[in-house]
């Protein structure tokens, strides 16, 4: 999930499932394994699957966070989701990821803890 719709390659390590990563480039090293996979953001993810709400988000994506939250502009301010996002991924992730919640739904209530970000809004 991102913020616009395209292909990216996967690239999986062998024996491990949690070190999986879309890369910009397909090269790979000894162990891994290139897959091209079809990415959409969760506004299009929503259009098209019909969803009538949406709950709660959960990322920890390797610092793709802000592209997610840009893909999820209309979702979060039509479903106001709950959102537990990290936010320590990249230097600036704490008041980027926060910014670009509150530019989607100034509703949000926002509080940060150890490297996480955790957000609702009031009533929902």
Do not use: W
Not at 10 to 20: A, F, M, R, T, Y
Not at 69 to 75: N, P, Q, S
Not at 99 to 123: D, E, H, M, T
């Amino acid at each position: 999930m991102g913020n616009v719709k395209t292909t990216g390659t996967l690239i999986k390590e062998e024996d491990v499932s949690v070190g999986n990563k879309i890369a910009s480039e397909s090269s790979t090293e000894e162990g891994q394994h290139v897959q091209q996979v079809e990415l959409t953001t969760i506004d299009d993810f929503v259009k098209e699957n019909g969803l009538t709400r949406v709950d709660f988000i959960k990322a920890d994506i390797e610092g793709y966070e802000r592209y997610m939250l840009e893909g999820a502009r209309e979702t979060l301010k039509n479903f106001a989701p709950k959102l537990a996002i990290c936010t320590y991924h990249l230097p600036d992730d704490p008041e980027v990821l926060e910014s670009l919640i509150k530019k989607a739904n100034p509703a949000y209530n926002i509080v940060q803890k150890k490297s996480k970000l955790f957000a609702s809004v009031p009533g929902k």
